[in-house]
């Protein structure tokens, strides 16, 4: 029997997903996502990118603390005050990374650094070298790679390897390579570089032309062994290479891949679902193997095929990733005791007994309403229990009413900082009333952006998940709200979002400058 490599699968749904717009995620979401991915065995994790914020650094440090069976990471510019900050957040990790990078494409170099070549080398030598100070697990990026020069790119590198970087990560930053192109870059840059076989090489590929997964893929047929991908192909404009993609192209084909990776392929949908109802970001319908509709046969032909022989119509098995998973697991009669036990063994775990208690006492409004709870349900319930802890705006009752040939009407009472007030509106439905209602109170002078209504399991008790997109001086904050009533959703979702935009944003970007 030939043994397989193992392709390390890095996680960055915590870093370069957060940089999607809206996305952006609390320390304790953060944890509660990085614990559902150390469950699927992910190799790597990276977390966030401390010197953005006090936010990001205790993001960083936290999951430090609590992950043990995946390496914990986080990304520094090629700064001493970034790795210092890095080096101190992953300072209590069982198993840390550093991941430094700086541009080497000549736009970038140019037009953002304003640095030369020589100088552009001279950083990312120093950068290495004193992150090693701190952990034998160096990673280093040059970021554009996909736009660099070859024989530049070849000499950063050698130069880096010689520092003391363990591992080389590729990125097409800006999605702008095709697959061949991308797997020849990868073989040339192995073949030419003195010591390649001394490190791993990595490929972190945006998706940008649609090309993620299949350029991570093409890279990964031509040497690379680390792929940087995010759950639900979450990140950075058009995102990045999904995981589950890379995941089970690599399990499905591998007839053709002379590797395998170490995840447990049936957390994917659950997690899929996790990151999901944290961020905001519904999955389209038809996203391969995560979305609702990957393994749903309608054509008749295909349905009479499947049931003859599964293998008619489907690579895959829905149970090998997750989907069969969808259990019930409590219901009305669960006790505090059955409901902490099912959240443990979903990784979710509160730092207090009060905290508990008040995710116990929505699980007993919820299971009122609703016969049968299921693990999805429950991670709506464990994001909104962790919101409703800071919330400035915070819902106390909803009244729609909506009546055929009458004008649709809600009367609202929120907690405004402790203080109450109440607000009636008149709009062209139920939720537009709501909102306006809603916006009585608060005047936020925003605009609503995006606003879809998605059911978290099925039946028509389900609780439907409402997010809400709005964008004010050009800062843009997902809401999302989730109940068997979709009004009432739909306010948790909008005063969701009006308590992200309350909050300040210090955060720092990591390809811009601080
Ligand atoms: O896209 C990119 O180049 C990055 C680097 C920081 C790896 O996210
Ligand atoms: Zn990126």
């Given amino acids: 029997m030939v043994t397989k490599e193992k392709l390390i699968v890095f996680d960055t749904t915590l870093r370069d997903g957060e940089q999607s717009p809206g996305a952006s995620m609390t320390r304790d979401e953060k944890i509660h996502i990085a614990k559902a991915l150390e469950r699927m065995r992910v190799d790597v994790i990276e977390v966030g990118f401390p010197m953005a914020s006090v936010g990001d650094f205790e993001a960083v440090s936290a999951v430090a603390r609590v992950v043990k069976e995946s390496t914990v990471c986080g990304l520094a510019r090629a700064?001493?005050?970034?790795?210092?900050?890095?080096?101190?957040?992953?300072?209590?990790?069982?198993?840390?990374?550093?991941?430094?990078?700086?541009a080497t494409s000549p736009i970038h170099m140019q037009r953002k650094l304003r640095m030369s070549e020589d100088q552009v080398i001279e950083q990312a030598v120093a950068a290495v070298r004193q992150a090693r100070q701190y952990t034998d697990d160096v990673e280093f990026s040059p970021e554009d790679a996909g736009r660099s020069e070859f024989d530049f790119l070849c000499r950063v590198i050698e130069n880096v390897i010689r520092a003391g970087a363990t591992t080389i990560n590729i990125p097409d930053t800006v999605g702008y390579n095709i697959p061949h192109q991308f797997g020849d870059l990868l073989a040339r840059l192995i073949e030419n570089i003195p010591d390649s076989d001394k490190v791993i090489f990595s490929v972190h590929c945006h998706n940008d032309l649609g090309l993620a997964s299949a350029n991570s893929l093409s890279a990964v047929l031509n040497g690379a062994r680390q792929v940087e991908c995010t759950i639900n192909g979450l990140g950075e404009r058009a995102g990045n290479a999904s995981l589950e993609e890379i995941v089970m192209t690599v399990h499905t084909r591998q007839d053709v891949f002379p590797c395998i990776t170490g995840v447990d392929t049936r957390q994917i949908v659950p997690t899929s679902r996790m990151v999901s109802t944290v961020t905001g970001f519904p999955v389209q319908p038809n996203k391969a193997i995560v979305g609702a509709n990957a393994f749903a046969h309608e054509a008749g032909i295909h349905q009479d095929g499947v049931l003859k022989a599964r293998e008619t119509y489907e690579i895959m098995r829905a149970e090998d990733v997750g989907w069969a998973?969808?259990?019930?697991?409590?219901?009305?009669h669960s006790g505090r005791n059955a409901f902490r036990t099912?959240?443990?063994?979903?990784?979710v775990a509160f730092d207090t007994?009060?905290?508990?208690?008040?995710?116990?006492?929505?699980?007993?409004?919820?299971?009122?309403?609703?016969?049968?709870?299921?693990?999805?349900?429950?991670?709506?319930?464990?994001?909104?229990t962790s919101y409703e802890k800071s919330e400035y705006?915070?819902?106390?009752?909803?009244k729609a009413q909506s009546e055929t040939g009458e004008v649709p009407s809600a009367k609202i009472t929120l907690l405004v900082d402790g203080e109450e007030k109440i607000a009636e509106a008149n709009g062209g439905g139920t939720v537009d009333a709501t909102f306006r209602a809603i916006e009585e109170i608060v005047t936020s002078q925003s605009q609503l952006q995006l606003y879809s209504v998605n059911n978290i399991t099925t039946g028509t008790d389900a609780q439907g998940e409402v997010t809400v997109r709005?964008?004010?001086?050009?800062?843009?904050?997902?809401?999302?709200?989730?109940?068997?009533?979709?009004?009432?959703?739909?306010?948790?979702?909008?005063?969701?979002?009006?308590n992200k935009l309350e909050a300040p944003e210090t955060r720092a970007h990591p390809q811009h400058d601080i």
């Avoid at 998973?325 to 009305?332: D, F, T």
């Avoid at 409004?365 to 709506?380: P, T």
Wanted: hydrophobic fraction near 45%; glycine fraction near 4%.
């Fill in 79 to 102: 700064l001493k005050k970034d790795i210092e900050r890095v080096s101190e957040a992953l300072e209590f990790a069982e198993s840390a990374r550093i991941h430094t990078f700086i």
């Fill in 393 to 398: 705006f915070k819902l106390v009752s909803l």
């Fill in 342 to 347: 099912r959240l443990h063994e979903l990784g």
């Fill in 353 to 384: 007994e009060e905290e508990l208690n008040h995710a116990f006492a929505n699980f007993k409004d919820l299971a009122d309403r609703k016969h049968e709870i299921y693990d999805e349900d429950l991670h709506a319930l464990v994001s909104e």
């Fill in 325 to 332: 998973s969808n259990k019930i697991v409590l219901g009305k």
């Fill in 470 to 498: 709005l964008q004010k001086s050009g800062r843009i904050v997902n809401g999302h709200g989730a109940d068997t009533d979709i009004i009432l959703a739909s306010a948790k979702a909008y005063l969701h979002a009006l």
